[in-house]
C-alpha cells in the first residue's frame, strides 16, 4: 500500500560534509549539512525517537485492532536545520513496528528515511513560519525496502506551518490539520505525529 496522499514528486537533497563549527547542523544520526550562512544555535532538543520507545504496540491497544489483521504501529518524525539565510536541510523518518501477523508474512521493524532540503519562510496559513521542503528517499538508512509488497514514495514536496511555544513546536499541514510535536530553538525544529495504524 502507498504511503499517505501528501507525499507527491520532488527534487533531489543536496549533502555533504560540514566545514565550519558556525555553519553546520548534525542531527541525532551523525549527518551533517553545510551551510553558506551561520547556525549560531547549537542542536540541543535531543532525540526525537526518544518520545516513542515504550510506544511500539500502541495500535494493539485500540478498540479496534484485530490481531489478525497485518497492521504496523508506526510513526512519523522529523528534524530540521536552518542557517540565518533560510536554508533548511534535516530528515524525516516513518518508523514501522509490526504486529504478530505482518511479521510471519515477512514484515518487521523498519524504518523508511527522507533527506530534506528547503527553505524557511513566511507562514502559508498559521504559526510562526513556515518550511518548503523537498524529500527524497535516503537508501542507505531505509531499511524497510526489501520488504515484499511494501510500497513508499521516494520523493516528494511537502510544506509545514510552524508553531512556536516557548521551546515547544506543532507542526501543521498548510491544511490546518497537525502532523506532529516537539521541541524548537532558533535554528532547528523537531517533531513527532501521532500513531498511526498501518494496515498491509
Request: with cysteine; net charge negative.
Amino acid at each position: 500500500m502507498s504511503a499517505p496522499k501528501w507525499l507527491g514528486l520532488a527534487l533531489v537533497v543536496a549533502l555533504a560534509a560540514c566545514n565550519g563549527d558556525d555553519k553546520d547542523g548534525t542531527d541525532t544520526s551523525g549527518t551533517s549539512y553545510t551551510f553558506e550562512c551561520e547556525v549560531p544555535d547549537p542542536y540541543d532538543l535531543g532525540d526525537p525517537m526518544d518520545t516513542i520507545v515504550g510506544h511500539e504496540a500502541d495500535c494493539e491497544d485500540g478498540a479496534y485492532y484485530n490481531p489478525d489483521v497485518p497492521t504496523a504501529t508506526s510513526y512519523f518524525i522529523g528534524e530540521f536545520h536552518w542557517d540565518e539565510c533560510g536554508t533548511v536541510f534535516g530528515k524525516e523518518i516513518w518508523v514501522l513496528y509490526p504486529n504478530d501477523t505482518w511479521s510471519d508474512l515477512g514484515g518487521r521493524e523498519c524504518q523508511v528515511v527522507w533527506r530534506a532540503s528547503g527553505v524557511k519562510e513566511e507562514r502559508v496559513s498559521i504559526g510562526n513560519y513556515s518550511l518548503n521542503l523537498s524529500m527524497v528517499v535516503d537508501e542507505d538508512a531505509t531499511t524497510c525496502a526489501d520488504i515484499k509488497d511494501f510500497e513508499y514514495e521516494q520523493a516528494f514536496t511537502i510544506v509545514y506551518d510552524v508553531v512556536v511555544q516557548g521551546s515547544d513546536s506543532t507542526v501543521y499541514f498548510t491544511s490546518g490539520t497537525k502532523l506532529g510535536e516537539g521541541s524548537v530553538n532558533n535554528n532547528h525544529v523537531t517533531y513527532v505525529s501521532g500513531v498511526n495504524c498501518k494496515l498491509f
